[in-house]
T-cell receptor, first 113, second 113 residues
Framework: GAGVSQSPSNKVTEKGKDVELRCDPISGHTALYWYRQSLGQGLEFLIYFQGNSAPDKSGLPSDRFSAERTGESVSTLTIQRTQQEDSAVYLC???????????FGQGTRLTVV | KNQVEQSPQSLIILEGKNCTLQCNYTVSPFSNLRWYKQDTGRGPVSLTIMTFSENTKSNGRYTATLDADTKQSSLHITASQLSDSASYICVVTSSGGYNKLIFGAGTRLAVHP
């Protein structure tokens, strides 16, 4: 596609429910990043995929968070048993190679009520 | 620990005035530094990229500087416009084995008429 696509754009869920966020990176981009941004705050790194290497999961805030990526294509970020503090905008970015310019999606705004 | 710190956290200026945003980093080994602009409700978009050997680079009314010795970068905006109102994020890439983007928290700039 022309850019990084994320879905859904908005998600409202009840506390305790599981949610799955999707990211379609730019075709051919080997690196993929997930970040989250709370209201008025900076970007918080969550997880990084680079090709077939083991992902860098050092930013995941708890074991309720997990992410997968199939090869060099789609990635899904799953949050289990959502909490109100999980409410944020979740941004996905991809880059052609590690360290190259990252292109961001529009984000998924998650609201946990 | 690899860190990127930005200042000020927020800034308000009048249209037509200049401003300078600061970025200090402790990332090592260093690969490159980018300034991103993030408009409200959108993903960040790259403005400039600075490599180790570059001291200054301009992109229209934006001029970025890099001092690799002191590990400082600045983004200077001249003749500000209302459309410059956004968050400006400093991002440093580490080349240490597993390249990863390290984000600063950003400076929120508001340009008032």
């Amino acid at each position: 596609g022309a850019g990084v696509s994320q879905s859904p754009s908005n998600k409202v869920t009840e506390k305790g429910k599981d949610v799955e966020l999707r990211c379609d990176p730019i075709s051919g981009h080997t690196a993929l990043y997930w970040y989250r941004q709370s209201l008025g705050q900076g970007l918080e790194f969550l997880i990084y995929f680079q090709g077939n290497s083991a992902p860098d999961k050092s930013g995941l805030p708890s074991d309720r968070f997990s992410a997968e990526r199939t090869g060099e294509s789609v990635s899904t970020l799953t949050i289990q048993r959502t909490q109100q503090e999980d409410s944020a905008v979740y941004l996905c970015a991809s880059s052609l190679i590690s360290g190259a310019e990252a292109f961001f999606g529009q984000g998924t705004r998650l609201t946990v009520v | 620990k690899n860190q990127v710190e930005q200042s000020p956290q927020s800034l308000i200026i009048l249209e037509g005035k200049n401003c300078t945003l600061q970025c200090n980093y402790t990332v090592s080994p260093f690969s490159n530094l980018r300034w991103y602009k993030q408009d409200t409700g959108r993903g960040p978009v790259s403005l400039t990229i600075m490599t180790f050997s570059e001291n200054t680079k301009s992109n229209g009314r934006y001029t970025a500087t890099l001092d690799a010795d002191t590990k400082q970068s600045s983004l200077h905006i001249t003749a500000s416009q209302l459309s410059d109102s956004a968050s400006y994020i400093c991002v440093v890439t580490s080349s240490g084995g597993y390249n990863k983007l390290i984000f600063g928290a950003g400076t929120r700039l508001a340009v008032h008429p």
